[in-house]
């Protein structure tokens, strides 16, 4: 079994990006952080960024076949992709809306997230942890 961590766009910058809201480390230390908890689980991982919205609506129809769940930062398109949101609502396997940071103590218009009401659910505010949470919980509820 396997798991799609899905960045969308600027998330490649994580590190360097405005640090004092995103923090200093990379993605690349996101992603082997997670790898570390899933070491031993027989699940394997498989990390994408992209910052184009159609490469990641293709990623995510491709994920319903052998995954058994989606962590999936979208960055702004969550505020803002409609196609996204059908794409999530189009296959079967669950995604986990991820922000590092707490949008809701941001600008107005990170407040609403496009995505959340077709995610099993969202991580929000904690960080690059929130990596590690959503990751938990699909080790914790696979079948
Ligand atoms: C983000 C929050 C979004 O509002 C923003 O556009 C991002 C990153 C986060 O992880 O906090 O690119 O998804």
């Not at 969202?122 to 990596?131: A, C, F, K, N, T």
Request: net charge negative.
């Amino acid at each position: 079994k396997k798991i799609l961590l899905l960045n969308g766009p600027n998330l490649n910058r994580l590190g360097k990006r405005e640090p004092s809201i995103y923090g200093h480390e990379t993605l690349e230390d996101v992603i082997n952080s997670v790898e570390t908890l899933l070491e031993g689980s027989g699940i394997s991982l498989i990390a994408k960024q992209s910052n184009h919205e159609g490469m990641l609506i293709d990623w995510i129809h491709e994920a319903n076949d052998g995954y058994m769940g989606i962590i999936f930062n979208p960055g702004a398109y969550t505020h803002t992709s409609i196609a996204i949101r059908d794409a999530i609502s189009s296959i079967d396997v669950p995604v986990i809306e991820v922000h590092i940071s707490n949008v809701h103590a941001r600008e107005p218009f990170r407040h609403h997230s496009m995505l959340a009401p077709v995610c099993k659910g969202q991580i929000v505010g904690l960080g690059i942890e929130g990596y590690i949470l959503a990751a938990t919980y699909l080790l914790n509820n696979r079948n």
